[in-house]
T-cell receptor, first 114, second 115 residues
Framework: DADVTQTPRNRITKTGKRIMLECSQTKGHDRMYWYRQDPGLGLRLIYYSFDVKDINKGEISDGYSVSRQAQAKFSLSLESAIPNQTALYFC?????????????FGPGTRLTVL | AQKVTQAQTEISVVEKEDVTLDCVYETRDTTYYLFWYKQPPSGELVFLIRRNSFDEQNEISGRYSWNFQKSTSSFNFTITASQVVDSAVYFCALNRGDSNYQLIWGAGTKLIIKP
């Protein structure tokens, strides 16, 4: 079984709808991240969490919110989806506290907002 | 400010050729970490290597090798005798030494290996 899972894998929705993307991990890592990937732009950090009580905004948090329900679960919500939020979304985990440690990624969620 | 530049948007070579992917970074920190990740056509992101700023030794892993040069702020990746399975997008990333900071990603280089 995959260590970092994301649901759904693909989602098509309409402008204005509320969407939740979910991430679960079995790696026992305390740090979790949400990124979006757009062609030619690499990965951009949306939110990150160092533990259940610690949530931080990333580079592009506007229009998004997150919830860390447990150490193993980190959800990303789009309160009112808009077409420019069409992208590939990745969840990742890492071991704290050192930034030396690599991140492990889920398979991604492809979101299309019409 | 920190920045990672992967100037090569796309590279196309014929199988068995050697290919080098460039990564140039900017940071004022003395302690930092550099990473390479691979994203094959299936879409997942796979960690390849990390290097800390105090270790300038080059690394070789099979057909893959990495050249870290602080003097030119570069961390280049070479694939020797490329294979079709090497086709992917490759990302270089930088993190500060402080544990509270996050990865800064390059835009990625798409590598196409033709049979």
């Amino acid at each position: 079984d995959a260590d970092v899972t994301q649901t759904p894998r693909n989602r098509i929705t309409k402008t204005g709808k509320r969407i939740m993307l979910e991430c679960s991990q079995t790696k026992g890592h305390d740090r979790m991240y949400w990124y979006r990937q757009d062609p030619g732009l690499g990965l951009r950090l949306i939110y990150y969490s160092f533990d259940v009580k610690d949530i931080n905004k990333g580079e592009i948090s506007d229009g998004y919110s997150v919830s860390r329900q447990a150490q193993a679960k980190f959800s990303l919500s789009l309160e009112s989806a808009i077409p420019n939020q069409t992208a590939l979304y990745f969840c990742a985990t890492s071991v704290g506290p050192s930034s030396y440690n690599e991140q492990f990624f889920g398979p991604g969620t492809r979101l299309t907002v019409l | 400010a920190q920045k990672v530049t992967q100037a090569q948007t796309e590279i196309s070579v014929v199988e068995k050729e050697d290919v080098t992917l460039d990564c140039v970074y900017e940071t004022r920190d003395t302690t930092y970490y550099l990473f390479w990740y691979k994203q094959p056509p299936s879409g997942e992101l796979v960690f390849l290597i990390r290097r800390n700023s105090f270790d300038e030794q080059n690394e070789i892993s099979g057909r893959y090798s990495w050249n870290f040069q602080k003097s030119t702020s570069s961390f280049n990746f070479t694939i020797t005798a490329s294979q079709v399975v090497d086709s992917a997008v490759y990302f270089c990333a930088l993190n500060r030494g402080d544990s509270n900071y996050q990865l800064i990603w390059g835009a990625g280089t798409k590598l196409i290996i033709k049979p």
